[in-house]
Each structure stands twice: as structure tokens, then as C-alpha cells.
Nanobody, 115 residues
């Protein structure tokens, strides 16, 4: 089994920054894709950013230039640095990891951007 443990969410003012972390643990050989999705209130879950084992990244248009995803392959950890946060970034952020053909999800961490 694989566990994903997220940390780093919270309340921040517009224009502020937060850094999310997600550590994967369990029995596996390698993780192909790690990344982040989010679910705003009353909306469906959406892609934020992902990074492959080869280092390729993909970002949602709404976060390009503001968010940066990075990955520590030795620690099986993925990070999301979020700058210039906006109220519309308010959501539950979920870590995801794809191992072979199975996708795993974390429990989610709340990010609230409000003055």
C-alpha cells in the first residue's frame, strides 16, 4: 500500500505565499508522476501541476508563472511553491502519485486565500 501525507496548507492573505509538501511512503519501486490537484468550493477537482519521473512538468494555465512544482526523488516528496496567491486559489489541495497503473491520493490540505 502507498500513503501520501500532505502538509503546508493554511490561511494566507492575497498576494502571499505558501509551500505545500507531500511525502509518499509504502512499498513501491518508483513513482512515475507526482503532483497536485485542487477542488474549490462547489466545483470539481482540477489539475494544478504535475511532474514526471523524468522531470517534465505540466501546469494549469491559471497558475503558470505563480506556482512552481518540484520533486525530491530520493525522498519521494513533491512540493508546490505557491506565490502571488489569489482568492480564487482557495481550495482543498490533493497530492497525487501514479505508480505503474494505479493513482493514489492524499487526504487533502485546505488552502484559504482571504483578507
Amino acid at each position: 500500500q502507498v500513503q501520501l501525507v500532505e502538509s503546508g496548507g493554511g490561511l494566507v492573505q492575497p498576494g502571499g505565499s505558501l509551500r505545500l509538501s507531500c511525502a509518499a511512503s509504502g512499498s513501491f519501486f518508483s513513482i512515475y508522476v507526482m503532483g497536485w490537484y485542487r477542488q474549490p468550493p462547489g466545483k470539481q477537482r482540477e489539475l494544478v501541476a504535475v511532474v514526471t519521473s523524468g522531470g517534465s512538468t505540466n501546469y494549469a494555465d491559471s497558475v503558470k508563472g505563480r506556482f512552481t512544482i518540484s520533486r525530491d526523488y530520493a525522498k519521494n516528496t513533491v512540493y508546490l511553491q505557491m506565490n502571488s496567491l489569489k482568492p480564487e486559489d482557495t481550495a482543498v489541495y490533493y497530492c497525487t502519485a501514479r505508480i505503474i497503473s494505479t493513482t493514489y491520493w492524499g487526504q487533502g490540505t485546505q488552502v484559504t486565500v482571504s483578507s
